[in-house]
């Protein structure tokens, strides 16, 4: 059974900026795409660049897949798998993500 | 790990001795040949550390640390696989039972094994030579131990003058000893050199302050009397040292290889053949352990290439080790330095050209062949900007120019220092060495959309390794952008079509006022960290709404997005605006203090002000509204926008200036404060023709004339400095602020995406006539219009600051957490020159990387 956590109101990322959220002692990168809706939930933490700078990159969309660019080099992460487009070694973890009523819940991957 | 094992029986086992550069780069090429099916993969190395770049060692003594250094870590080894034992050596081989032995006694068995020990610094049997204080130059211990030494140490000296010697030399002086050179030949660098480029190196370093001493052979080291040791000479000569670095060469590391039987050159080595294997055929070695045709060869590229080779036969491809070419070029002690080829001129009826300014310290030396139409090699020294070329037309064995000296020659027309010529290059020549990156693949990189030089480099990682060949790299990608000429797509990004100029005219003229509009009615997709900037730059532009309102901020870049510029470990920097560069010693003291209670690095910046690093998303508005409170106001040098006015003191106290810079400076910087533009903008106003504010490097700058201003534009400073073109003479101030209006929202409609004033204006069709013709002249009916804008822009400023610090919900942002008031844990700071600085050590973060 996942377990659901509140981090946020739905109303806190209505920018389409992107928030970090703590879960248990993770650092969660959250966003939710201004056209779509849609709601998604990677690690903060840039294997690239070395930092937790996840949930300060924009997001966008690279040939239909939702994705995020690292503020620190601009790498591109897919938002719902991890994987990032330029070193496809690298991979964000991703976990589990939900609006329930106005609250923004995440679960453990 | 049981699984891991389990799986191995089937798998081909893989065992490479040695984890340098060249082991790694093998395991690198196996990694990425995913074959992971059919072999494992292991590694010993009796160093405590994954491979690191030996090339670029020199750098841990200015400031690189060995993560820095590091080519790979053990999460990569993890998650590809690789099973690694460090610190451990392997002592035996039994090829009979295919097994090897470790100092440990660790067993481990192979079914091919691949041997890159590398080498080990030569040390002469100088009597004395083994005495504490007495060093080598190879690895990261040795570094250490080096600075360990120095510590307690004033003059060291560094025994040999090749190309590792001269490093180590400047290892030496980087930790602040006197420093000096003992060469047994009677010319440094030896090898690579000819006479005339080794007399203007010398010169170079001695300049520099380091003893040079050649043909000088020592015969003891004994107790000295003003330092802690003395080196006699044969020549009844003598140097006095504290301590002493040998770097007289390198010797392959082939004892394991000797104990267990494989074949040896007679001055050491193991003998390959051409696919890298040994005399047992499942023994290969790779790298400077490796003898191959009687020769060892000392440089990266080659073990490179070895591994490259080594890894394409055990996969069962067919690849060959045909030698490698020796040519190199570096910075040694701050001297550029290169040889290419036969440097010495040694091929039967070479003749050569010698370029030699010793006003300049400039030495080119190009050997050609007999018939004048081949280059057989080159030295530079002093000017190594030729360098690319020349080798590529060594190595693609191109028929010279009709006058080869114009190769050399300066400013000769001839482009060798260019890089025209590269249309001639042809497809097959390797640019890039290390990673052996040809220029065919780096036109099809070009060709499939990677033109800016960083998706150039990621993609076909062109000049990451040794960055020898990046000035060529860049030229290529311009070569090749101009040579698809119309072909180039100008649209901004996958979901707009449109550049930047014609998306400037549909925000104007449809008054389009959210990223979300324009997207809806003229773009696709979701946007990107491309378009979204880009469009809430003109947005801020024309409209000058506050950036972090809801519609605009997700199209901020993390520096807008939180009013600071964000450094490498995700803390920002606060710049507070000074203009002109004016601040009175109390609002000096104040940032002082705010400095001091938030323990920020503190630095002046170029542009006349201070720089505050390292504060954290949560203590942003705790210090900005101190520095509000005081009188500050937002320098916004985290935007693409107005930066700062420079000025020279001027008239109020100069003797010679003769109009108050100052005091216009302060006008112009607080006019146009706040002003968003394709990129940043720099001003500066000297008060007299000294120009002490160096106006003519900056995108406006102005000179007091007797008579009025000079107005320049288009100057930049930086990457590509340009002296800004003289725009319009001896103007009052209302015509010169008429005339910046115009030109600045000229600039801001018609610039494409990120253009500095300098490119754009030499890319505007018709040049600065045209230019004045649209700003002086009015020619295009513009002017009203672009002054109404700016006047418009200039009525809707507001600190960014002082908006967000009265606005509650914008706050909330500013921390690091959403759901918690803990900052970021992973934060760790070490001091430097009594200031603190982001922490290398590689536990700063220590996090899990990869989704299970």
């Not at chain 2, 690789?82 to 050596?89: A, E, G, H, P, T």
């Not at chain 2, 002086?173 to 003992?182: A, I, N, P, R, Y």
């Not at chain 2, 630095?603 to 505050?612: A, E, N, P, V």
């Not at chain 2, 919900?809 to 690091?816: A, G, N, S, T």
Request: glycine share 10%; aromatic share 8%.
């Amino acid at each position: 059974m996942k377990k659901w956590i509140s981090v946020c109101l739905q109303h806190d990322l209505n920018s389409g900026a992107g928030i970090c959220a703590l879960l248990g002692d993770e650092q969660v990168a959250v966003f939710q795409c201004r056209q779509t809706q849609a709601l998604y939930a990677v690690s903060n933490y840039d294997p690239i660049g070395k930092a937790n700078v996840i949930s300060r990159g924009i997001m966008g969309s690279i040939k239909e897949e939702a994705v995020v660019s690292s503020p620190l080099y601009k790498q591109h992460f897919n938002l719902s798998n991890g994987l990032c487009l330029q070193e496809p070694d690298r991979q964000l973890k991703t976990y589990p993500i939900r609006l329930h009523g106005r609250e923004v819940q995440l679960a453990y991957g | 790990m049981n699984k891991l094992m389990n799986n191995s029986m089937s798998k081909k086992r893989i065992l490479v001795v040695g984890n340098g550069m060249v082991g790694h780069r093998f395991i690198d090429t196996l990694i990425k040949a995913d074959e992971k099916d059919n072999y494992s993969l292991r590694t010993f190395s009796e160093e405590p550390l994954l491979a690191y770049d030996r090339v670029q060692l020199t750098q841990y003594f200015n400031g690189k640390t060995k993560q820095d250094l590091a080519l790979t870590d053990s999460d990569y080894y993890h998650q590809h696989g690789v099973d690694f034992i460090l610190n451990d050596k392997v002592t035996r081989i039994e090829a009979g039972s295919k097994k090897v032995i470790t100092a440990s006694g660790r067993e481990a068995y192979y079914d091919k094994l691949v041997l890159a020990t590398g080498s080990y610094p030569f040390v002469p049997p100088i009597p004395g030579k083994d005495q504490a204080h007495c060093l080598v130059y190879r690895t990261l211990d040795d570094l250490d131990a080096i600075r360990l030494s120095a510590k307690k140490s004033k003059v060291g000296v560094v025994i040999g003058g090749g190309l590792l010697g001269l490093e180590a030399a400047n290892a030496l002086k980087s930790l602040g000893m006197e420093t000096h050179v003992v060469e047994f030949a009677p010319r440094l660098m030896a090898v690579q050199l000819d006479d005339g480029g080794a007399a203007l190196l010398r010169r170079k370093i001695e300049a520099l302050g380091v003893g040079v001493h050649t043909e000088k052979a020592t015969t003891e080291i004994i107790k000295g009397e003003d330092c802690r040791y003395r080196l006699n000479f044969t020549d009844d000569t003598y140097v006095e040292t504290d301590m002493l670095v040998f770097s007289a060469g390198i010797r392959p590391q082939d004892e394991l290889a000797r104990q267990s039987g494989l074949d040896l050159g007679q001055r050491g080595g193991i003998v390959i053949n051409d696919q890298c294997q040994t005399s047992d055929p499942d023994i290969y070695a790779i790298g400077e352990c490796a003898l191959w045709q009687q020769r060892i060869f000392g440089l990266v590229a080659p073990g490179y290439a070895m591994a490259k080779v080594a890894a394409a036969h055990i996969l069962g491809q067919e690849a060959a080790f045909t030698g490698a070419d020796m040519s190199t070029k570096l910075k040694l002690l701050g001297v550029d330095v290169a040889s290419i080829g036969d440097a010495h001129g040694k091929t039967s009826g070479a003749q050569s050209y010698t370029y030699h300014d010793e006003i300049e310290q400039v030495y080119k030396r190009l050997i050609v062949s007999s018939d004048n139409k081949k280059i057989l090699g080159a030295v530079l020294v002093g000017d190594v900007s030729a360098y690319s070329h020349l080798l590529q037309l060594m190595l693609n064995n191109m028929t010279l120019p009709e006058n080869p000296a114009s190769l050399i020659l300066p400013n000769s027309g001839a482009g060798a220092a260019t890089g025209a010529g590269l249309e001639s290059l042809p497809d097959l020549a390797q640019i890039c060495s290390c990673f052996d990156v040809s220029k065919a693949c780096i036109k099809q990189a070009v060709a499939e959309g990677n033109t800016s030089l960083s998706e150039l480099k990621s993609c076909t990682k062109a000049s990451t390794g040794c960055g020898g060949c990046s000035a060529l790299v860049k030229q290529l990608l311009d070569s090749e952008l101009l040579a698809l000429g119309h072909d180039v797509d100008n649209n901004l990004c996958e979901h707009f079509a449109y550049t930047r100029p014609e998306l400037v005219d549909i925000v104007r003229i449809k008054k389009v006022k959210t990223f979300d509009g324009l997207l809806k009615s003229h773009g696709s997709g979701l946007g990107c960290e491309i378009c979204k900037p880009t469009v809430g730059s003109i947005l801020a532009s024309f409209w000058n709404e506050y950036v972090l309102e809801e519609p605009h901020m997700g199209l901020q870049d993390t520096n807008d997005r939180y009013l600071g510029n964000m450094q490498k470990d995700g803390t920002y920097s606060v710049v507070p605006r000074i203009a002109g560069g004016e601040i009175t010693p109390d609002k000096l003291i104040f940032i002082g203090e705010i400095a001091k209670e938030f323990d920020l690095y503190t630095k002046i910046t170029g542009g006349q002000r201070i720089d505050l690093f390292g504060a954290q998303l949560h203590e942003l508005p705790i210090i900005w509204r101190k520095l509000v409170d005081a009188g500050f106001e937002t320098g916004q040098a985290y935007g693409k926008s107005v930066r700062t006015v420079k000025a020279c003191v001027g008239e109020t106290w100069c003797r010679f200036g003769i109009n108050d810079s100052l005091g216009f400076a302060i006008d112009i910087e607080d006019r146009y404060k706040g002003l968003r533009a394709p990129n940043k903008l720099k001003f500066a106003v000297s008060g007299c023709t000294r120009e002490c504010a160096e106006a003519q490097s900056k995108d406006v700058g102005m000179i007091a004339t007797e008579n009025g201003w000079n107005l320049y534009v288009g100057g930049n400073g930086g990457m590509r400095p340009r002296h800004g073109d003289l725009f319009a003479t001896n103007l009052d101030d209302k015509t010169l602020i008429q005339y910046i209006d115009r030109f600045l929202m000229f600039y801001i409609r018609s610039a494409e995406k990120g253009q500095r004033t300098s490119v754009w204006l030499e890319s505007l069709e018709g040049g600065l006539e045209y230019l004045k013709q649209v700003i002086i002249d009015d020619k295009l009916g513009l002017a009203q219009e672009l002054e109404t804008e700016m006047a418009y822009s200039i009525s809707q400023y507001q600190c960014e600051w002082k908006t967000t610090l009265d606005n509650p919900e914008k706050l909330k942002r500013f921390q690091h957490f959403i759901n918690s008031k803990q900052s970021d844990p992973h934060l760790i700071y070490e001091i430097e020159r009594e200031q603190r600085k982001p922490s290398n050590n590689d536990q700063r973060i220590k996090i899990l990387e990869v989704a299970d």
